[in-house]
């Protein structure tokens, strides 16, 4: 239990999974009918980009710090809007120093409604984030493996829903494991959108991991990837991958818009790139 996402708060991958988590809660919105999202590995919630860790790292420079208060064209600003306005109302003296983790982007977003349950396992970051949501009667915060709500928090009463999985990939074997919950939550929960994060880096089993993932025979399975420098010279993160189950119909076109967008702008070199594509469902991709 060592990692500890200020280190990384901000960043490029950061800003892919929540502007996605940020589209799936709106088009939930839609519909009258509450909602909960549970965020199974949660973090402390809220992030001080001012702090010696986050200031460490820097990595939200290359990351919100390139699209915050920047020219964004207009169709790709639109799609980000929901996800920019929670991180400006969070600094409302301008510039750039509170970041929302997921916990707090989603209760930014929810209405009266809807119900947020975030899980964490490290004791600190659990009661960091417990604090934050002090008194909040529409969040339940429980300190827990996260693994472990995807069995016994399934489904949500409210029978809609977000479930978002993202994992820190501190151990081996971490792929298979997301693989492996996915198909346990999604036979308690078929109806439910599912959003599930990994990373890209040198030697990572990608391949493997979408044949999984297609084995499942889940529906309709949509993959969203951005990749902003080669991975060649490095043993760390090159870029980052988000897989959404029961996608809104609208997601696969707001993807196309966006994802060329983010590799222009947060790309570190000529390698980057992006990409979205249907594992199972709408467009299969063909086999080799």
């Known amino acids: 239990m060592n990692y500890r996402h200020i280190y990384h708060a901000g960043n490029f991958a950061d800003v892919l999974k929540h502007a996605v988590l940020a589209r799936l809660i709106v088009y939930m919105a839609q519909k009258d009918k509450a909602f909960r999202v549970l965020d199974t590995h949660a973090g402390i919630g809220l992030y001080d980009l001012s702090s010696e860790e986050a ?39 301008g510039g750039l120093t509170l970041y929302p983790g997921s916990p707090k982007l989603t209760r930014m977003l929810m209405r009266p409604q809807d119900r947020l349950s975030a899980m964490e396992l490290h004791p600190d970051d659990y009661e960091t984030l417990h604090r934050l949501f002090d008194g909040d009667f529409q969040s339940r915060i429980t300190e827990l493996d996260g693994w472990l709500a995807l069995g016994a928090h399934l489904p949500p009463k409210e029978k809609r829903g977000i479930v978002l ?10 792929y298979e494991r997301l693989a492996d919950g996915l198909h346990k939550a999604y036979r308690r929960f078929s109806g ?49 991958g988000l897989i959404i189950v029961n996608p809104p119909f609208t997601l696969k076109g707001e993807l196309d818009i966006l994802l060329p967008f983010l590799k222009d702008r947060l790309k570190q070199d000529r390698h980057a790139s992006a990409r979205a594509f249907w594992l199972r469902g709408e467009e299969m991709p063909e086999r080799d």
């Open 165 to 174: 999985v993202d994992p820190p990939f501190e151990i081996a074997g971490e």
């Open 55 to 93: 200031q460490k790292t820097g990595e939200w420079v290359d990351g919100i710090g390139r699209i915050l208060d920047t020219d964004i064209p207009a169709k790709a600003k639109a799609i980000l809007e929901p996800y920019l306005t929670a991180v400006r109302d969070l600094n409302p003296d």
């Open 192 to 240: 439910g959108t599912f959003c599930l994060w990994y990373p890209l880096k040198q030697g990572a089993p990608i391949a493997e991991f979408h044949a999984a993932l297609q084995a499942l025979e889940i529906p309709k399975m949509l993959c969203a990837e951005l990749v902003v420098r080669s991975d060649r010279d490095t043993t760390g993160l090159s870029g980052s």
